[in-house]
């Protein structure tokens, strides 16, 4: 059968035509007919899985983003205004405010007509998000004693309409602060948003909210500079001997320890009363080293792993899961992930006590999520087309299946504002799915 009588039966049977009417008018055996038949049931479903797929991936992104940002509506206002929105903003506002400059000396009548014209250039400005500082300005306008009282009777609305574009201003106001404050990481300045919100006679339960997640970000912050206080001062004498370690290169063992007890030491002694015992200060020296090896991966790059590992467990206080561990997260946080798979074939139950094995196993667990969420986050940002959309998403479920992987462990990193974990569990698919099988 050629192309195009094939072509002719497809037509006839997406039309509706019987199998068995088709095959009698055309000569054509019916089980012929009934392979085109499936060809196009097949092909229909092929195209349904695919148009499922590209949206499936295209809901992943958007939980993701929801997540990351907190919010749809923060999300889409964090988008910076084009020149165009900016210039009809400024001059809109310069019209109110010449408008009411206008004011001054009218009749009531006089007042009541230019605030009417006042009322359709807010109109404009409502199109828009207002930074803090453009929605300052439009409420101190809206708040001028002349656009106050300009009811002619009872029944009439003039003032409602300002008053209700006052609180409009005012809720676009606290969105304003809850933006920026979204964007900084600067605690002096989220104080300052947090004076600006106690100044604002906007409903007391938006307000009341924004409070608290600007308090919980100011703590969050505060805690994160302590921890990195902390983490960051590392005597000199400490950090040669870390960058010994991630060469490879710390032959004198007793030497390292000498200079850490002396370290211990002296900063017990700079401490006064509240100083922790050398013991703990040896202990904090240790998780130091431990943590700038895990954390600083720019600066502190593997060379050897195995080399590394045998020389940290020789150090008092680390031993040798401790000492895998470390470089095992380096390595993910670097993302050489082949070397870290490596590194964990290498210290099997061959070179380690098998009691220690399950140390071992969850590490590998730690690598494999973290190549997942790799994956992941490469499908979300990537820009392409609804068939790649189909593809990648099917790679990402057909390797959760082989791997019968735990959602909940696959971390996907931090929202923007750093007040919350996001994994794949929150934006898969199927919430209730947390394991596929």
């Known amino acids: ?37 499936e060809e196009i049931i097949n092909k229909e479903n092929a195209e349904k899985n695919d148009k499922k797929h590209y949206f499936k991936m295209q809901n992943l992104r958007q939980r993701y983003f929801r997540l990351f940002y ?74 001028s004693t002349d656009l106050q009282k300009l009811n002619r009777s009872e029944g009439d609305k003039l003032d409602i309409r300002i008053k209700e574009a006052n609180e409009e201003m005012l809720r676009n106001y606290v969105k304003a602060i809850d933006i920026e404050q979204s964007q900084t990481d600067s605690i002096e300045r989220l104080n300052e948003l947090k004076d600006k919100i106690r100044a604002s006679r906007e ?49 004198n063992i007793d030497e390292a320890q000498d200079i850490i007890s002396q370290e211990a030491t002296k900063m017990g002694k700079s401490n006064g009363k509240f100083a922790l015992t050398e013991k703990q200060q040896r202990v904090r020296i240790l998780n130091q080293i431990k943590t700038a090896i895990m954390e600083n991966t720019e600066k502190y790059h593997i060379i050897e792993p195995e080399t590394t590992i045998l020389q940290m467990q020789q150090l008092e206080g680390i031993n040798i899961e401790q000492a895998i561990k470390v470089i095992i997260i380096n390595l993910i946080n670097s993302k050489d992930f082949e070397r870290a798979k490596n590194v964990l074939n290498d210290f099997s139950k061959d070179r380690i006590d098998i009691k220690n094995q399950r140390e071992i196993i969850n590490l590998r667990a730690r690598v494999r999520n973290a190549e997942i969420a790799e994956f992941v986050l490469k499908g979300i940002y990537m820009n392409a087309t609804k068939q790649e959309e189909k593809e990648f ?34 934006i898969w698919t199927n919430q209730k799915q947390r394991t596929l099988r």
């Open 70 to 143: 907190g919010d749809d509506r923060v999300s889409k206002e964090t988008e910076t205004l084009s020149a165009k929105d900016l210039k009809i903003i400024d001059d809109t506002m310069k019209k109110i405010e010449q408008k009411i400059e206008e004011m001054k000396g009218k009749s009531k009548e006089e007042k009541r007509e230019i605030a009417r014209n006042i009322l359709s250039d807010i109109k404009i400005i409502k199109k828009y998000q207002l930074n803090i500082e453009q929605a300052e300005k439009m409420i101190s306008l809206i708040s």
């Open 1 to 37: 059968m050629n192309n195009s009588k094939k072509e002719e039966i497809k037509g006839l049977i997406k039309e509706g035509f019987e199998l068995e009417l088709i095959s009698f008018e055309l000569d054509i055996p019916l089980s012929e007919i009934q392979e085109i038949k």
């Open 393 to 426: 998403y099917e790679l990402i479920e057909s390797g959760l299946k082989r791997g019968r992987v735990e959602m909940s462990s696959v971390f996907l990193g931090k929202s923007k504002d750093g007040t919350r974990n996001i994994t794949l569990a929150d």
């Open 203 to 251: 409903d007391e339960v938006i307000v009341g909210a924004l409070r608290v997640k600007i308090n919980n970000k100011i703590i969050k912050l505060q805690q994160q500079e302590a921890r990195d206080k902390i983490r960051n001062n590392i005597p000199e004498r400490i950090k040669e001997i870390i960058e010994k370690l991630v060469e490879g290169s710390l032959i």
